[in-house]
């Protein structure tokens, strides 16, 4: 159990996050201010810190055909995506929602691909109106309905097959995909026989394979490891035949929450392009799908400490936000760190059990973290850019928080507090 933040090490979003004069800021702007001026809960993201993490990949992709597609489930934040199109980002889309906000956010529809098990017709449909660049295909029977659609709407897709290629990343079961015993992908063994099937339907064209063996991967190992599976599969399936095209490797690379140390974008993708180069694949088209590295570390949600209520065996720390807002606690047992936004006094620190208002024993955001608090107080959860605000819900009738964009000296919000007259907006009684 962890119970502080690791004393090695920089915390999580720094230096985009960090003290100034006893005040813990965004870049240049205090937290608190902004706390007094929207009101918590209250999600906060850094503009530099995204810039500076997308320059990470750019950086390690330059010179090479390469395509960044923002994962956009980790947040999907108008403010974010109009971000990493206007930085020539695509976009990896999970939901024929996901396309209408990415087009709105004003991506480019040839660099959109459409990542999911279960697409409907109705979204296949849409998704070739619009022309997106790849429909990364999960089943054989998929095969067959998009190539039906694709031909009633007069139109050829662009698929690539998603793989499963066996892997263990090596983290949370829950957002571990590419092992043999997950939904998602076509099995490794019937990778060729399934590109055999796609290349004779006449709705398809193939452009490509992908997979995506998990996320939070804090090792290039298991990256590695698929790689050179993809690429001995990809042999085989040119050699039979099927000109393949691209390799979408998918996303998955970890952040640190806790004192994880992933490698960096460019020292993970220096390792890949040079296996990639030793088997001579080097000019192959590369299609990345990165989320919760480009935005976890660029976001913190701020919150208000309400009570407290000391007891004989553990000591609660009720805060305004809670499971609806920010689930992965609840959901993964995942660690946020937690800090004041004033900066911490040594004295007077006491374990603390962090917790929600919603009716669930469930709802907490942090185990026996050493706080030093008073109702009133505001805290800072870090890490919270990714797969917070994206899974968050309107559980107990909880309106969803307003985000603020920072840049620099100025900061903008980006999304309105949720009215509490949204709630009832879509219902008809
Ligand atoms: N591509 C595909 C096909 C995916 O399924 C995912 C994530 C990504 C890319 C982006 O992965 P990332 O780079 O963000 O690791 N809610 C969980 C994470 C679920 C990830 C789902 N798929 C969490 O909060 O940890």
Request: aromatic share 6%; with cysteine.
């Given at each position: 159990m962890i119970l502080s933040l690791p004393s090695t090490g920089a915390p999580p979003g720094a230096p985009f996050f960090s003290y100034r004069q006893g005040q813990f800021c965004a870049e240049e702007m205090r937290l608190s201010d902004l706390a007094a001026e929207h009101g918590t809960p209250l999600f906060v993201y850094s503009q530099a810190a995204i810039l500076h993490a997308l320059g990470g990949y750019q950086r390690a992709l330059a010179g090479r055909e390469a395509l960044i597609c923002y994962a956009m489930k980790a947040n999907a934040s108008l403010a974010i995506l109009k971000l990493m199109a206007q930085a020539g980002c695509g976009f990896d889309i999970l939901s024929g929602g996901e396309l209408e906000v990415a087009l709105a956010a004003?991506?480019?529809?040839?660099k959109i691909v459409f990542s999911g098990v279960g697409k409907t017709r109705a979204e296949m449909r849409r998704a070739l109106e619009a022309g997106i660049g790849c429909f990364n295909v999960e089943n054989e029977t998929e095969l067959d309905v998009l190539s039906a659609v694709a031909q009633e709407a007069g139109r050829i897709a662009p698929i690539s097959l998603r793989v499963n290629?066996?892997?263990?990343?090596?983290?949370?079961p829950y957002i571990s995909?590419?092992?043999?015993?997950?939904?998602?992908?076509?099995?490794h063994e019937r990778a060729l026989a399934a590109y055999q099937r796609a290349a004779a339907l006449p709705g398809l064209r193939v452009t490509g394979i992908d997979c995506h063996i998990g996320?939070?991967?804090?090792?290039?190992a298991p990256y590695l490891e698929a790689l050179d599976r993809m690429l001995d599969l990809i042999e085989v399936i040119e050699a039979a035949g099927v000109p393949i095209g691209h390799l979408d490797l998918g996303g998955g690379l970890g952040i640190n929450y806790a004192g994880e140390t992933p490698p960096r974008p460019e020292q993970l993708w220096g390792q890949l392009l040079a296996r990639l180069d030793a088997r001579g694949h080097g000019q192959r088209k590369i299609i990345i799908e990165p989320g919760r590295s480009l935005v976890g570390n660029a976001g913190v949600c701020l919150t208000e400490v309400l009570y407290l209520k000391p007891g004989e065996q553990k000591n609660f720390c009720i805060v305004d936000v809670a499971m609806n807002d920010l689930p992965r606690p609840a959901l993964y047992q995942a660690y946020h760190a937690i800090v004041p936004l004033a900066a911490p006094g040594q004295d007077n620190e006491q374990t603390w059990?962090?917790?929600?208002?919603?009716?669930?024993?469930?709802?907490?955001?942090?185990?026996e973290r050493r706080l030093a608090v008073r109702p009133g107080d505001k805290l800072a959860v870090l890490?919270?850019?990714?797969?917070c605000m994206s899974m968050g819900s309107n559980y107990n009738c909880r309106p969803r928080p307003a985000e603020v964009l920072v840049n620099g000296t100025s900061a903008r919000l980006?999304?309105?507090?949720?009215?509490?007259a949204d709630l009832l907006r879509h219902q008809i009684g």
């Open positions: 004003g991506a480019t529809p040839a290629p066996n892997v263990d990343a090596r983290t949370h995909t590419g092992l043999k015993g997950n939904k998602f992908g076509i099995a996320s939070q991967i804090t090792e290039a059990e962090v917790v929600g208002p919603v009716c669930e024993s469930g709802d907490w955001i942090g185990h890490s919270a850019g990714a797969y980006v999304r309105q507090r949720e009215p509490l």
